[in-house]
């Protein structure tokens, strides 16, 4: 399985919280993974957001983990190319959350109306 770096530690939480099964949270956000990587890679994603948003999504970058806060609408891009139930995608959602919290110790009252994302470079 995929290496989910930060985000590892949350699946299982996550995962019973939203009452599904922890396999298919972990694939979803390896294919996610996958995905961003294959964009042609992570910094390049970030670049483009930091051109296509009024500020700096980039919260924090710890060797390959970058911790952003994008628009709702960034999830939603997401949510419409990986094949996931509703359920498992707000688990995913709670783990991306999870691992920002934990990753930048930015509570969510902090945040605005933005969401968090954490991408790992390849390695």
């Given amino acids: 399985m995929e290496d ?4 590892a530690p949350h699946v299982a939480d996550a995962a019973t919280a939203a009452g599904v099964d922890e396999s298919a949270v972990r694939r979803t956000l390896a294919t996610m993974q996958a995905d961003v990587r294959a964009y042609p890679g992570v910094a390049d994603l970030v670049f483009e957001y930091r051109r296509a948003f009024e500020y700096d999504p980039l919260v924090r970058r710890d060797g390959r983990a970058y911790y952003l806060l994008v628009p709702p609408r960034v999830w939603r891009e ?7 139930s509703a359920a498992v995608l707000a688990a995913a959602r709670a ?7 934990a990753g930048t ?11 968090p994302l954490v991408f790992l470079a390849s390695s």
């Fill in 78 to 84: 997401f949510a419409a190319t990986l094949e996931a």
């Fill in 4 to 7: 989910l770096g930060p985000l």
């Fill in 105 to 115: 110790e930015l509570p969510p009252e902090e945040r605005g109306d933005w969401e």
């Fill in 95 to 101: 783990v991306h959350d999870r691992a920002f919290t």
